[in-house]
């Protein structure tokens, strides 16, 4: 504990800067609490014990709640014994409480814990008093609830105050050392109280502490991986949460990029976020094409598309060099390398890249991680609306051992593939095999491929494709007579036949 004295006491000298000294009073009414709960809000006003008469609290610069009162014997003369030889420091902590543990009490304890946190006491004692606590094994779950609420009020007032990385890592570390271990990630909890008190700047700075002094000197925090992965993979999904899924990105590849190992889950945390900004792009640009259709704004001229598609580059070109790091880093794991290749399939999924999300198809098979049936469907219908056919038939084979309402489900992605692409020719060769298949198409699709084909109409073949198309649909009772209409310019004659 000598390495933690320096530290609290700058602590405490930073307490002090706020209020003044606060004296220790006896009052043998006084009663303790049923349950001492640490408010975080420090009531600069309240500085000493005072009895309240009526009231069923005792400020101490942190509230004191009583949930039933009256129960517990009141405060002993060995409570203010153990403070004042605790506060006097001739004697190691230790020894003082040995002495005197028979005669404090649990929430003579808890009262004491939250006295030395107080602002002006020497902030040190907390943790000598709770680490000699976790040797008597006499921290239950409240004790720790209480010790957590301390640990979080000076977490924020060392953030409050900007005070550097290195200083709340020396704080975690030391905490650590007492025995302090919640169950959950204390190095989570401080860059959760960083980004609600909007500091995330100082966040980054944070976690780039956290990694420098992992790499460099081995240090590390008793449960520091949590539920995210670590601290910079926390911090990252924080961003992500947020909205804001480029900071996510560019924070793992920076860090990475200093010389920085980012934890393996950080990878796949900043792919998701480019997932989520090229979707993000995505809606944003089919929303732009729908007020372009409005007129109720101008098309998006050259210059534009080329900015939109370097963007769209450039997130992909992130996300296929943060799989690579991912893959060197992760090779045994196949979780990881079947996680990673998913992503690169979402990601090529919204880039509209239909060759290459075929071929993380494979990829994730190859890695153990069968995809969705929906996903195949999505990819043919990308291939489809590119005209990649060499891709689409490839997909097409799982088709023959599929029942017939799961058939129809994926012929219909592939028939608005066609569709999508202005394919017309081709969706109406699929319209066709279904109904041979004896699947019935949704209307919708039956008259996107009619109305696609009357467009179209060019060139005689053109003329048989419709016509063909149309008596097909009606010998399968799925429309009624058809007339067609065809105007011959050259002879300024109308034809009108009944199908």
Known sequence: MAYARSFFASLT???????????????HSLKPTSRITCNLKFNHAAGKFRELGSSRSVELDQFITSEEEGQADEIGDGFFEAVEELERMTREPSDILEEMNHRLSSRELQLMLVYFAQEGRDSWCALEVFE????ENRV????MELMVSIMCGWVKKLIDEDCGAGEVFELLINMDCVGLRPGFSMMEKVIALYCEMG????????VKEVLRRRDGFGYSVVGSEGRKGGPSGYLAWKMMVDGDYKK??????????SGLKPEAYSYLIAMTAIVKELNSLGKTLRELKRYTRADLVAEIDDHDRLL???YQSELISQGLELAAWAFQENQEKESIVGAVHERLLAMYICAGRGPEAEKQLWEMKFAGREPETDLHDIVMAICASQKEMNAVSRLLT???FMGSERKKKTLSWLLRGYVKGGHFEEASETLVSMIDSGLCPEYIDRVAVIQGMTRKIQRPRDVEAYMGLC????????????????????????IVKMM
């Open 471 to 494: 008596k097909k649909l009606f010998d399968a009772g799925l429309v009624g007579p058809c007339l067609v209409y065809m105007y011959m310019e050259k002879y300024k004659m109308w």
């Open 398 to 400: 799982r088709v023959e």
């Open 132 to 135: 000699w606590l976790k040797k």
């Open 248 to 257: 996510a990105v560019d924070l793992v590849v920076d860090l990475r990029l």
């Open 199 to 206: 500091k995330k700047e100082s966040a980054v700075l944070f």
């Open 13 to 27: 000298h930073l307490h002090q800067t706020l209020s003044p000294p606060i004296s220790l009073r006896r009052h």
């Open 308 to 310: 939109i598609e370097k």
């Open 140 to 143: 239950d779950e409240e004790m």
